[in-house]
């Protein structure tokens, strides 16, 4: 991969990181990345701090950040709070772990219908459909 200018236009910046020109303007809106200003008759300039950011935004949402936690990543950061960030991250993996937990359990409870499905009779109801109906599958929601 090229190294990416330092002078660069949204369209440009996009590309370079890979994501759509909308993601970029989003990710404005949202607070995660400054809107550089525009000159007299000209257009905006992104930096190689820019695309640092946004890969940085990227990767954050590839490990399950949400886009508030990664804002608040990006402030920790700026002012390097290893421990609040350790801290966040903490918080973050207990979240995986127990969505990790519900999905096992659905998982199980998935397979077991199944196998009801598979060995039951043609004249009595579906027991995945019937489970459903009842509300019975065991989802953590």
Not at 6 to 14: S, V
Not at 71 to 100: I, K, P, S, W
Request: overall charge negative; some cysteine.
């Amino acid at each position: 991969m090229e190294p990416i200018a330092t002078a660069l236009t949204i369209g440009q910046l996009a590309a370079g990181v890979g994501v759509n020109v909308e993601t970029i303007r989003f990710y404005q809106r949202r607070g995660l990345l400054r809107e550089p200003p525009r000159p007299p008759g000209g257009i905006r300039h992104y930096s190689a701090e820019d695309v640092a950011r946004v890969k940085f935004i990227k990767s954050a949402q590839r490990m399950g950040f949400s886009l508030d936690e990664i804002h608040h990543l990006l402030r920790l950061d700026e002012g390097m709070q290893c421990d609040a960030a350790a801290e966040l991250a903490a918080q973050h993996l207990n979240d995986v772990r127990t969505r990790l937990q519900d999905l096992h359990r659905i998982e199980a409870t998935l397979a077991k219908l199944l196998e009801q499905c598979r060995q039951g009779d043609e004249k009595v109801a579906c027991p995945l459909i019937a489970a459903l109906h009842e509300d019975e599958v065991g989802a953590p929601y």
